[in-house]
């Protein structure tokens, strides 16, 4: 009986078990700049359960899930980002400086499955880099 009791609890705490950050993840969460460039944090919500896509303005396309991030190093200047599911209108320009962090978040809404509606807004550095924080690569 108590061997069974504790194969449950071994089970249910390696089911706690959090996955590793990848190389990649733990670099991308130090939100450091990159000399001559700027770099675009996009997070996604934290509710719901709903994937939305976006394109940028130099062709990079992503797909966004709830507690998400996306770090996109651009060039100076201003760029465009749409949302490619949901409000199709969707949109938001940024006029981004060399050296700078930006945080745009990417509000995603569904029903029955599907995403419904996605709205783009530029966040303040305090929201943004506690999303990141708190989100997944």
């Known amino acids: 009986m108590w061997k069974a009791f504790l194969a449950g609890v071994v089970v249910v705490l390696a089911g706690c078990a959090q996955i590793p950050l990848s190389p ?4 991308d969460r130090k939100m450091e700049p990159v000399p001559g460039k700027a770099v675009v944090y996009i997070v996604q919500n934290s509710f719901g359960v709903y994937a939305a ?3 940028f303005d130099d062709g990079t396309q992503i797909t966004t899930y709830p507690r998400t991030f996306y770090r996109w190093v651009a060039t100076p200047g201003t760029h465009t980002i749409v949302s490619t ?3 199709l209108n969707a949109a938001i320009k940024l ?3 060399a050296g700078e962090i930006y945080f745009v978040e990417h509000l995603v809404t569904g029903i ?7 709205w783009l807004r530029k966040i303040d550095d ?3 880099r506690r999303m990141v924080a708190n989100g997944r690569l």
């Open 53 to 55: 896509g976006l394109t």
């Open 126 to 128: 305090n929201a943004g």
């Open 95 to 97: 006029q981004v400086e």
């Open 112 to 118: 029955r499955g599907s995403t419904t509606d996605a």
């Open 24 to 27: 990649q993840e733990i670099a």
């Open 85 to 87: 599911e949901g409000n």
